[in-house]
């Protein structure tokens, strides 16, 4: 992920997310406001933005940080569950199967 500079999450409004130094910078269309997340968390919403299932992400943030497959699941499920746009890429979340896990 280190070479993705920018990238989007089209859903009811679409969302880009930047690289600055450490932190990924994303503008929430609605609100007009700005926020930040760090590198994992951006990690999660590029694979979100391709599509990817929920098990292709808790896979690849398992396998890249070294931590156990439910450890990986607990991190994506609490950082989108307080992610502040939620709403916004709610639509991404039903398309792949990452909502039902949100729910269970």
């Given at each position: 992920?280190?070479?993705?500079?920018?990238?989007?999450?089209q859903?009811?409004?679409?969302?880009?997310?930047?690289q600055?130094?450490?932190?990924?910078?994303f503008f929430?269309?609605?609100?007009?406001?700005?926020?930040?997340t760090?590198?994992?968390?951006?990690?999660?919403?590029?694979?979100?933005?391709?599509?990817?299932?929920?098990?292709?992400?808790?896979d690849?943030?398992?396998?890249?940080?070294?931590?156990?497959?439910?450890?990986?699941?607990?991190?994506?499920?609490?950082?989108?569950?307080?992610?502040?746009?939620?709403?916004?890429?709610?639509?991404n979340?039903?398309?792949?199967?990452?909502y039902?896990?949100?729910?269970?």
């Amino acid at each position: 992920m280190d070479e993705i500079k920018c990238f989007i999450i089209q859903g009811k409004k679409n969302i880009i997310f930047r690289q600055e130094g450490d932190k990924y910078v994303f503008f929430d269309p609605i609100a007009l406001e700005y926020y930040v997340t760090n590198y994992i968390g951006a990690e999660i919403l590029y694979y979100i933005s391709k599509g990817k299932d929920f098990k292709f992400i808790s896979d690849k943030i398992s396998e890249e940080y070294g931590i156990t497959e439910d450890m990986s699941k607990e991190t994506i499920k609490e950082f989108l569950l307080d992610f502040p746009l939620l709403s916004i890429i709610s639509s991404n979340l039903i398309e792949s199967d990452i909502y039902k896990e949100l729910s269970a």
